[in-house]
């Protein structure tokens, strides 16, 4: 079983559409992330949270809002799509520290 | 402003031919380096961390490599199953705890059989 599983895999939605991307870790991580991977671009992080009282935005957090429901669980919601969030959406968790990000397989969003 | 620039774009080698891709990083005080590999459809896969200059480390046909500016992924005789996009990544010190690393754009690296 993957240690971080991001649900849906896909999703194709229309524009003005609420959206909640989620993810969920059996690796007993505090640190979770939420990053969009454009083509040549990169990975960017949209926020990330130390534990369920601690959510703070990443570099590209407005039109995103998230909640980490449990130490395991972190959602990424988008209230009103637009297309150009139409991205891959990919969850990690780390430890604290300088310890790497581990990832999940992510998800495909495409807003028409 | 942190930065990093991941050279070639893509790579295109037969197999057995080895080569390097390029990692370069302008960062205030580096505390790791992290390479991926990233498969079609899947999530980054954590490969290595480098910390600090001169570090080296292997794994299978891989060598990472550091210095003040950039790192290197060595590959020697590659296999078609190392094709892949290779994620190079910088993470600067933490502010207010927060773990943020800078993604290179990636290196698409192909091996023909």
């Known amino acids: 079983d993957a240690d971080v599983t991001q649900t849906p895999r896909n999703r194709i939605t229309k524009t003005g559409k609420r959206i909640m991307l989620e993810c969920s870790q059996t690796?007993?991580?505090?640190?979770m992330y939420w990053y969009r991977q454009d083509p040549g671009l990169g990975l960017r992080l949209i926020y990330y949270s130390f534990d369920v009282k601690d959510i703070n935005k990443g570099e590209i957090s407005d039109g995103y809002s998230v909640s980490r429901q449990a130490q395991a669980k972190f959602s990424l919601s988008l209230e009103s799509a637009i297309p150009n969030q139409t991205a891959l959406y990919f969850c990690a968790t780390s430890v604290a520290g300088n310890q790497p990000q581990h990832f999940g397989d992510g998800t495909r969003l495409s807003i028409l | 402003e942190d930065q990093v620039t991941q050279s070639p774009e893509a790579l295109r080698l037969q197999e057995g031919e080895s080569s390097s891709l390029n990692c370069s990083y302008t960062?205030?005080?580096?505390?790791?380096l992290f390479w991926y590999r990233q498969d079609p459809g899947k999530g980054p896969e954590f490969l290595f961390t480098?910390?600090?200059a001169g570090e080296e480390k292997e794994k299978e046909r891989l060598k990472a490599t550091l210095t003040k500016k950039e790192s290197f992924l060595h590959i020697t005789a590659p296999k078609p199953e190392d094709s892949a996009t290779y994620l190079c990544a910088v993470q600067a010190p933490e502010i207010q705890g927060a773990q943020k690393l800078v993604f290179g754009q990636g290196t698409r690296l192909t091996i023909n059989p």
């Open positions: 480098l910390y600090s």
């Open positions: 960062v205030s005080g580096l505390r790791g």
């Open positions: 690796k007993g991580h505090d640190r």
